[in-house]
């Protein structure tokens, strides 16, 4: 069974620009979450999607936004790109919300360099 | 408030020791998760264990083995024998009613060999 796949793997951007980042998650995961781990720092909570929906966000500004499709894979937007956003984007999948349901399993993440 | 506490930043031993990671909560509700991933090079997040808050059992898997502790709202985690592939970032989360994990800032393993 496949994992939670990223792509892509890299992305080299320079200030202003746009950046599109897709995670698709394990097949029957209703939930997508996205995190941000700049160089040597912890996890940071962006966004949760889960059935379509954005459940909650983490204390980012408005140029990080997203979306989770019908067949449940998502997009994470990030406009007018800072050198600060330079970091690893992580994506995970659960099976859903409940909190017995809560296992989160991680993607491989993409690098993005903000030149 | 919640809070997942990983005091210790970085730890180094020489391969084949034992080692333990120390991980303290704080959560208000009497039903949670804890757990524990593992973050090699590579940048891949790995989980490796679930505990919920009414399982006090210690659990032991192949070198790993786990401690929770609610009496000291502790989750510690040993790897016996070390190894050089234990070598990662060590993260320990936290879940509650309030639906999203609460990350402690990870611990840095170096196993040398």
């Known amino acids: 069974e496949a994992g939670v796949t990223q792509s892509p793997t890299h992305l080299i951007k320079t200030r202003g620009q746009q950046a599109t980042l897709r995670c698709s998650p394990i097949s029957g995961h209703t939930s997508v979450y996205w995190y941000q781990q700049a160089l040597g720092l912890g996890l940071q909570f962006l966004l949760w999607y889960d059935e379509g929906e954005e459940r909650n966000r983490g204390n980012f500004p408005p140029r990080f936004s997203g979306r989770q499709f019908p067949n449940y894979s998502s997009e994470l937007n990030v406009n007018a790109l800072e050198l600060e956003d330079s970091a690893l984007y992580l994506c995970?999948?659960?099976?859903?919300?409940?909190?017995?349901?809560?296992?989160?399993?991680f993607g491989a993440g993409t690098r993005l360099s903000v030149l | 408030a919640q809070k997942v506490t990983q005091a210790q930043t970085e730890i180094s031993v020489v391969e084949k020791e034992d080692v333990t990671l120390d991980c303290v909560y704080e959560t208000r509700d009497t039903t949670y998760y804890l757990f524990w991933y593992k973050q090699p090079p590579s940048g891949e997040l790995v989980f490796l264990i679930r505990?919920?808050?009414?399982d006090e059992q210690n659990e032991i898997s192949g070198r790993y083995s786990w401690n929770f502790q609610k009496s000291t709202s502790s989750f510690n985690f040993t790897i016996t024998a070390s190894q050089v592939v234990d070598s990662a970032v060590y993260f320990c989360?936290?879940?509650?009613?309030?639906?999203?994990?609460?990350w402690g800032a990870g611990t840095k393993l170096i196993i040398k060999p």
């Open positions: 989360a936290l879940k509650d009613s309030n639906y999203q994990l609460i």
């Open positions: 995970a999948s659960s099976l859903g919300d409940s909190l017995a349901k809560n296992i989160q399993y």
């Open positions: 505990r919920n808050s009414f």
